[in-house]
């Protein structure tokens, strides 16, 4: 079996279960004082720091999520509704085209219900870059404090969006910036120090699903979504995940040790014979910087949708783009969003590598798609 959807989910590492395991004996809540609480709380902190560590934050910094989706989200209601001064709340959203739908369709909630609040898409580049000219032009327009949301790389292309240069512009014009760096986060470098929020999810650098965390530097407005005990400084309700939080933390210490260069080859690898094998073959993203384990392609005349369930059966687990949205046969908003007809877009395929990924993997996706090309060649034929 050859799994090359490490976007979706990356598997387990075993630093991760050892972790869990470990985690598993520990019978008391991290609020008691007592003993066992205390031993669980342990384990919630010194995770915090393995997972501040990986991004160049504080502990007290983090907060602990379900998932980058319950990260996004916070961010963006916590953002809004979070400052008491009227000249600090945000009055504008700025959110780029291609992000995660987490963060697209809470800011189109927001929108909705919140009276005040200006809503703008940040437009992107044939190759999948947010647009810097037009971010200027939308911050200079208009009044009121700015929100932006720009993710780190895209998780359907791998397309890495020029952080650094975004965050100088939200400092130039006094606005907020929420990263979202899910995808981005075991891959390339992430330092939080210029953005005020960036979500990070466990299950894609080789933790447990149901747990990631929102980095919330300090005196960013911050209003809590889930209301109960203090936990997590009374950012965030309810009894801490323990034993998922264990496990994210061994995989932030194991990914912070780890050499990326052998996944980096293997994706060049790919490439190089896919374009020998299909010359009509388009690479989306290719022509800027994209995560070196990332490969979105699509061979004209292959239905994404056939080809999945084709590849699946023959050993091959890959996908169509965003796993959150698998099951949907629109066309992604993501190669939307770079101009791609919808014809090409529907025969779009993404094949990602981490952490445990073969070189054979690379022969086996190919050889796979050469079954399904034969076959729609003996079907055109016919």
Known sequence: MAYVDHNATSPMRPEAKAAMEHAFSVTGNPSSVH??????????????????????????????????????????????????????????????????????????????????????????????????????????????????????????????????????????????????????????????????????????????????ALVVKDGAPLAAQLLGGGQERGRRAGTENVIGIAGFGAAAEAVKCEDVSPVLGIRDRFECRLREHYPDAVIFGSGAPRLGNTSNFAIPGIAAATAIMALDLDEVRASSGSACSSGNVKPSHVLKAMGVPDDLAQSALRVSFGWNSPATDVDAVLNALEKISAQARSRRAA
Do not use: W
């Not at 995660?100 to 909630?109: D, F, K, M």
């Not at 009276?115 to 208009?142: F, H, K, N």
């Not at 100088?168 to 995808?183: G, P, S």
């Open 35 to 212: 003993l066992e609480g205390r031993v669980a709380r342990a384990l919630i902190e010194d995770a915090r720091e393995k997972v501040a560590a990986l991004v160049g934050a504080l502990p007290q910094d983090v907060i602990f999520t379900s998932g980058g989706t319950e990260a996004n989200g916070l961010a963006l209601s916590g953002a809004v509704q979070g400052a008491a001064e009227a000249e600090a709340r945000v009055t504008r959203l700025f959110v780029s085209a291609i992000e995660h739908n987490s963060v697209l369709r809470t800011a189109s909630a927001l929108g909705e219900r919140q009276a005040g609040l200006r809503m703008a898409t940040i437009p992107v580049s044939p190759d999948g870059v947010v647009d810097l000219a037009e971010l200027s032009v939308l911050l200079r327009e208009g009044k009121g404090r700015t929100l932006i949301a720009v993710m780190a790389a895209n998780n359907e292309t791998g397309v890495v969006q020029p952080v650094e240069h975004i965050a100088e512009l939200a400092r130039e014009y006094d606005a907020f910036l929420l990263v979202d760096a899910v995808q981005a986060c075991g891959k390339i470098a992430v330092d939080t120090g210029g953005a005020d929020y960036v979500s990070l999810s466990a299950h894609k650098i080789g933790g447990p699903q149901g747990v990631g």
